[in-house]
């Protein structure tokens, strides 16, 4: 047989026949492990982890070399390498305003080369303008360039082995610190500013620090896969048609049985300019000193703690040096900057004529789980308990679908109110959080109405389509009035914030249980005190003046009216009109002395980006909105949708033929949320997009490896068959 050249021919027939039969039932068997691995990962985000993925999951713990640090996750996914973080918060407070410091120190405790890539909150109202690297003992100053431009200087720095920080924005509250060629054992440190003013409400000053990006609810369906390039990010979500950056907002999420990670630390100097009643941090255990100025100086009783729950410091003046007016000025590129605050009068506290109709809008989905639903729970129960008899009312809940306790709005009496209560004791958390049906359902669109229609809508905002909601709220709101409650430990102020300013409301966050009372009383106060609208602002000399906002919101009892301008004040009267329970209203203030104090321009611009921004969910093109902010952000040096900082090391350190490999900083879960109703409640979508990438090169090369064997063999088959006939001729 050997000898005969048909026998040999028959042979090779064999051996490639089998070779594919071989080939193709590996890269079957690939498949269907591939497919098993997502299967599990999608079982564990339904609720519980299997015994084989746990079997999976302690084999990879163990084959992990030495030295590399290998976290389980609760987002999706087996496990992640990740580098070590470690951050530093120092604020300087005087005043009004505030400049604060943030610390990343990354430490690569493996054997490889790595890139660190960090997605962390700040305030949505943080002005950045600056950041350095420091390796050792060099210092490398970021530089503000357009987005795409800052990309392409940090990828080509990564590439050529230099060590390279880029700063990105994705929301006005959720940054993204990318950290190229950090070597084996190395620590690099990233140092972030930025200037924020202060909330003053009811006579309290108060300052927030968020300490992490929840998970973010991704609606939307995936795109056309002609729409798709690249995976843009590195989070569990993948893109959507609702969230295009899904996959820049969703961080991983360490399994809560890993312990602390990443822990910060927070520090604050406090020049409040008057004697305090009071100084405490609401949800953070602090050591307070004075000297012998005045200056407060604040630290974190524990030293470090946990980044699971956003950090407030919040202080009161003394009875009788409460401020009612005051003004901050700096002169900046040879223009001059302002910040006005102005306190509008007490009014005699009263209702309304009015009857009102009350909507609750309540969010049940899984991320409420826990504290944060019955925190919800007892908010709504007093809330129904400040009814009166002429007043309407509705409760509305969503999760991945929404629901209303009746169908329409009925009158307070003792029988709804009963029927009320129980189906408030009957919520519970569970699904996703599709906002957009609820808040259609909420806002009636309607410009004129016979009672004063006012919807509380109680949420933590865990959303990625913002902008969608945004524009939404800005159609159908007519004659409605909006209030948003952010609950739980790490609420969305972005979504909160911005969604009460489109809604002329305002927002109230209550952060636990025992806030609910005190936090529902203040809000209620508001809802039922008369209001000054349709204010405006009148110059005596209104050349060159710039303010932000342009388009001031309603004021309710207890809050200031507070503006940034671009111009010259000095001695200037500024007169506030307005009407107040249907009354005409005004209020002279005289703008002399003040205190000068740097950075007031970045206020101002960081202002008046916010409003550019808020003009595209009012229908303004995205291309005139993008070129107005790139002028502000440019002139200004700050960080905004359109422009990233961007520092790089002049020396090469990484040796080009090593490797450089990305790898995430994982994130706490937010303190009291379930990672069980949490992922379980995720859409499809939320699929860890390397897995997805996998199996998609997998199906590639098992098709292309499929297509070349059998074209190898059918050309195989025609050369046999030419030769015969050949040999017959």
Known sequence: MSGNPSDRSLLKDVFSISLYSLLSGLGGALLFAILVLMMS???????????????????????????SLLLKLASGGVAVDAPMLKTDVAMDISGMIARVSVRQRFRNPGQDWIEGIYVFPLPDKAAVDRMRLKVGQRVIEGEIQEKSQARKTYETAKRAGKKASLLSQQRPNIFTTSVANIGPGEEVLVEIEYQQDLSYRQGRFAIRFPLVVAPRYIPGNMPGREEIAAFTGTGWAMDTTAVPDASQITPPVIDPSEGVLNKVSISVRLTAGFPLARLESTYHAIENSRDEHGVHTVRLRD???????????????????????????????????????????????????????????VDTSGSMHGDSMAQARAALKMALGRLKPDDRFNIIQFNSSTHALFSGAVGASGHNLARAEAYVDGLSANGGTEMLPALRRALDGKDETDRLRQVVFMTDGSVGNETQLFEMIEKRLGASRLFTVGIGSAPNSFFMTRAARFGRGTFTYIGKVSEVRGKMEALFSKLESPVLSDLRIEWAEESGMEMWPRRIPDLYMGEPLLLAVKGNLDGQKVTIHGSSADKAWQQTVNLQGGGKSEGVHLLWARRKIAELMDQRARGRAEEEVRADVLAVALEHRLVSRYTSLVAVDKTPTRPVEKGLSGKNVPVQLPKGWSADKVFGSMPQTATPAPLNLLLGLLAATSGWLVSFLGRRKRRRNIDRRSGLRGGAC
């Open 303 to 361: 030293g470090e703690v946990s980044a699971n729950r956003d950090f407030e410091l919040t202080w009161s003046p003394v009875p009788g040096n409460e401020p009612y007016a005051a003004l901050f000025s700096e002169i900046w590129e040879e223009e001059r900057y302002s910040l006005v605050m102005v306190m509008p009068p007490h009014h005699e506290r009263g209702v309304t004529d009015l009857p009102r109709e009350m909507i609750f809008v």
């Open 41 to 67: 990962s999608v079982a564990q985000a339904e609720g519980g982890d299997t015994a084989a993925l746990e079997n999976l999951q302690t084999m990879t713990v163990s084959e992990a070399k030495r030295g």
